[in-house]
């Protein structure tokens, strides 16, 4: 099937039509708010915050709210203290009663986590408000540049920015409910996608103007290499190992029930972008203290050069680390002996109980070893690009968060319009099967 005859498919569906249109109404709503500024800021003045945006944790920040960060805008905060709310409470559910009480008790207790995550979101953009405001202030200050930042005015910013984010939020949920769904991920994506094609032509004028000869050869090449590593994100994102169960027969008066064999699909990275997550948490823990010492030197020198040999080992080493603990607590094999126990199933060859447990556990840790490894190469990548020649907003685009976020959110976000074309017997979006999500695994976040 052809890919114009998808997309008459696509808009012959009514219900998918309208989730359509609404989700790009939403987006344009969203993509308007991020170029408005605060009140009291001139644009004009905001050159020096877009400089200190360019790079480093700035530009991830900045990245993922679409370009709002470095415009002062009042989405400038984005959706990253909802998301690391989301974290917060996730981890909170790993290890405290009470917190895995409430995931048990389906959606009464989702509805109280969601409630709880919303609460914490609004302390946290309490504290990221000012503290945004007071480097804004600094930023421009260093242009030359005064921004009044009395008590007053700080409060009245903090919370048009807290609105901005809260807003964000609200446009994600609409999405869920109204829209093609995948909400909060969705415009995720969006603010990342938004930087690329600047990202793409500055690279483009960059070969053209700077190399001596063979400039847009060596674009063409840069453009193929992302092409693959595009693609091996996806096999990452969607890689499995099928471990055969089979289900014993019951029989119950004149019927005969179970005895068919199915599949658990163990990810390769059951850990999605978490592992990149928490090693890039610590490792700028050192990039912090630099600005309250004046030693750039030695290990602290070392650690804040995003760039270097020894950070990114260090990052590459610790993300590999993250992969397997986040596998250890998220999977757990002596839970799913159980369930199979519990619905008479077991895997051929395979004693139920602790030998089925082992093999479990050796299995994932045998397919974890060359995932966290892969995830550790594309979490590096972006630096790798940047040395050899790229800028550093297309090198960004070479790996880490932002590429296994976009390239999760796309197969999550085909994946439902597929599931809204078959349901209405038109063909999938692929001719040689089901498009995989994340639903087996961890999601973006």
């Known amino acids: 099937m052809g890919f114009t005859q ?69 989405f400038a905060l984005g959706i990253m203290p909802y998301i690391t709310a989301s974290i917060v409470i996730q981890l909170l559910g790993m290890v405290l009663p009470a917190f895995q009480k409430m995931q048990r008790e389906g959606e009464s207790g989702r509805m109280k986590l969601n409630q709880y995550t919303r609460y914490l979101t609004v302390l946290i953009l309490l504290v990221q408000g000012p503290a945004y405001l007071l480097n804004l202030k600094y930023q421009v200050s260093a242009a030359g540049v005064s921004i009044d930042m009395n008590f007053w005015s700080v409060l009245f910013m903090t919370i048009v920015l807290a609105a901005g984010s809260m807003f964000i939020m609200w446009l994600g949920e609409r999405i869920d409910q109204k829209g093609i769904g995948n909400g909060i991920s969705f415009i995720i994506l969006i603010g990342i996608m938004a930087r690329f094609p600047e990202a793409v032509f500055q690279e483009f004028t960059g070969r053209l103007l700077n190399s001596a000869g063979g400039g847009l050869v060596i674009f063409l090449v840069e453009l193929i290499i992302l092409v693959a590593v595009i693609a091996g994100a996806v096999l990452l994102v969607q890689g499995t190992r099928k471990v055969p169960v089979q289900y014993a027969k019951r029989i119950q008066g004149n019927r005969q029930y179970g005895g068919a064999r199915q599949y658990i699909p163990l990810k390769v990275n059951a850990a999605g972008v978490m592992p990149i997550i928490f090693a890039q948490a610590i490792m700028f823990i050192p990039v912090t203290m630099v600005g309250f010492t004046t030693n750039h030197t030695g290990f602290f020198g070392a650690m804040t050069d995003l760039y270097g040999f020894w950070y990114n080992l260090v990052y590459f080493i610790m993300i590999v680390a993250f992969t397997y603990f986040y596998t250890a607590i998220t999977v757990r094999p002596a839970q799913m002996a159980e369930d199979m126990k519990r619905n008479n199933g077991f895997i051929p060859g395979i004693k139920p109980g602790k030998p089925t447990v082992e093999y479990l556990d050796t299995i994932m840790s045998r397919i974890t070893l060359p995932g966290s490894i892969f995830l550790g190469i594309v979490a590096i990548l972006p630096a790798i690009a940047h040395v050899i020649g790229l800028n550093r907003q297309f090198a960004a685009f070479f790996g880490g968060t932002s590429l296994l976020i ?23 979006l692929m001719k040689d099967g089901r498009i995989k999500g994340r639903t087996t695994g961890s999601g973006a976040f």
């Open 406 to 428: 976009m390239v999760g959110v796309i197969l999550d976000t085909l994946r439902i319009i597929e599931g809204h074309l078959l349901t209405r017997h038109y063909e999938g």
């Open 6 to 74: 998808t997309v008459k498919n696509i808009w012959s569906v009514e219900d998918l039509r309208r989730r359509l249109g609404i989700t790009i109404l939403l987006v344009i709503i969203y993509r308007f708010g991020c170029y408005v500024v605060l009140p009291g800021i001139n644009p004009n003045d905001l050159a020096a915050l877009k400089s200190f945006t360019s790079d480093g944790l700035m530009q991830l920040l900045d990245m993922f709210s679409g370009g709002a960060f470095s415009q002062a805008s009042i």
